[in-house]
């Protein structure tokens, strides 16, 4: 549908200035800002005291689980239940109606843009295919797929959303089956995670040594294919630089040579707090978590921290994303990373926003498309009550979406109140 969006306060994530004018969407595109008037046929819709903001893109997305912690992710006989389950053509039909109503919830929540790093069964592929012919609720969404994961055995994710191989030419075949099938990038599992530490104080572990891991970057920058790898560990880090990776998931503290390097050749690192400040700071009671992956949460928070804040001095670039089915991460609360990250790092809320629109947009390579409202860009929009330059939050109450130019009005994403409640008092204490 062709739209107007009349008198509205759009916010430039450029400049982190606010300036008023109408927006002009036609065929899914911005064709005019600022003075124009609308075109016979275009639906204007008033938008006189709201605001209009580039749509969210989160970087790191599992589209498998809804966030409520689950006992069948944990490990042992429940999750390997589920996951046998899921390899039948019954268990890939509910797991895709799963993904595709988490997918939507993304979209709803002013996501416009979601990169998916790791899920079952190459399901993923037949989403974003459905998708993009306007098949499916969460039609608008774009969405850059990975599949499963790729580790070795015993790495994070092994057994679930990951696929191992023993040797490198295993993990190379892995990266031919992935791109073969449809994938957009290529997700690794360096080190372990939270869950799967055995000690306290030693989470990411590393699991996938160097040769495993440059024959997957190799391979896959082969077909012109990013690699973005999870890692909590500075060894891990280390190994993810010299191996060629493109996007270090989560972050931990980079030694100086080490950044130097990741900067220089346009590295990123993807924060996600959305997993790591609930699992620190709630208690035992929510989480379910013992002391030591307790611990352990609150050494990867502080690691993400450290790293976000000395990154950028390298020229590596910060990213945000979700880690969305992780325990306490939802489908809905991309809004929260940004305030997470604002209080964390201590960067204004428009720095905040610019990361999370422009900024990601950049390290996907997909800026000329999408992540500021200009010109010749796709029209990815959210209309909001308030200034999100001002405060992030603004983007938890929604009005209008523009998902490349599919209108949603005033959505509402699917949320769990009993996690909404936990999350918000955790969001005020910060
Ligand atoms: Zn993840």
């Known amino acids: 549908m062709d739209l107007f969006f009349g008198n509205v306060n759009i916010a430039d994530v450029l400049t982190g ?88 919830t993304e979209l709803k929540s002013g996501v416009t843009t979601i990169r998916t790093v790791g899920d079952f069964s190459g399901v993923d592929f037949k989403l974003k295919r459905n998708v993009e012919k306007g098949r499916s609720r969460a039609r608008g969404l774009r969405i850059l797929v990975s599949g499963h994961a790729i580790t070795v055995a015993g790495g994070h994710g092994a057994g679930t959303f990951a696929l191992t191989g023993n040797t490198p030419e295993e993990l190379e075949k892995l990266v031919d089956d992935a791109v073969r099938e449809g994938a957009d990038l290529i997700k690794i599992c360096i080190t372990g995670g939270v869950m799967d530490a055995k000690r306290r ?34 060894l891990g880090a280390e190994i993810a630089v010299r191996g060629g990776v493109d996007t270090i998931e989560h972050g931990a503290p980079i030694e100086g040579g080490t950044a130097e390097i990741f900067g220089s050749r346009g590295g990123a690192v993807v924060v996600t707090y959305s997993p790591a400040i609930p699992n620190a700071l709630l208690g035992a009671e929510a989480t379910k978590l013992d002391e030591t992956a307790k611990f352990n949460s609150e050494v990867v928070m502080n690691g993400m921290t450290e790293c976000a804040k000395s990154a950028p001095a390298y020229g590596i670039k910060i990213g945000l994303g979700t880690d969305a089915s992780c325990p306490f991460c939802t489908q809905s609360g991309m809004w929260r990373e940004l305030v997470y990250y604002s209080k964390r790092v201590g960067v204004t809320p428009g720095e905040a926003v610019r990361t999370a ?29 308030e200034n999100p330059l001002k405060d992030p939050r603004a983007y938890s109450e929604i009005e209008y979406i523009s998902a490349r130019g599919r209108l949603l009005v005033k959505p509402k994403p699917s949320k769990m109140p009993d996690i909404e409640a936990l999350l918000d008092k955790i969001t005020e204490e910060l």
Not at 360 to 384: F, P
Request: proline share 4%; with cysteine; charged share 25%.
């Open 17 to 104: 200035a606010v300036y008023k004018g109408n927006i002009a969407v036609k065929g899914g595109r911005i064709v005019g800002i600022g003075d124009v008037s609308p075109e016979k046929g275009m639906k204007v819709i008033d938008c006189e005291g709201m605001y209009a903001a580039p749509g969210l893109i989160n970087l790191h997305v599992h589209l498998f689980g809804t966030g409520r912690p689950a006992k069948a992710l944990g490990g042992g006989k429940a999750q390997e239940r589920l996951v046998r389950l899921v390899r039948t053509p019954v268990g890939k039909a509910v797991l895709y109606k799963i993904m595709e109503s988490n997918a939507e």
């Open 201 to 234: 104080g030693a989470p990411g572990e590393v699991r996938m040594e160097l040769p495993f891991v440059k024959a997957v970057c190799d391979r896959a920058h082969s077909y012109g294919k990013k690699v973005a790898s999870h890692v909590q560990s500075s």
């Open 357 to 385: 629109t422009l900024g990601n947009a950049e390290i996907l390579g997909i800026a000329d498309e999408t992540g500021s409202i200009s010109v010749g860009k796709s029209a990815d929009i959210v209309i909001l009550k």
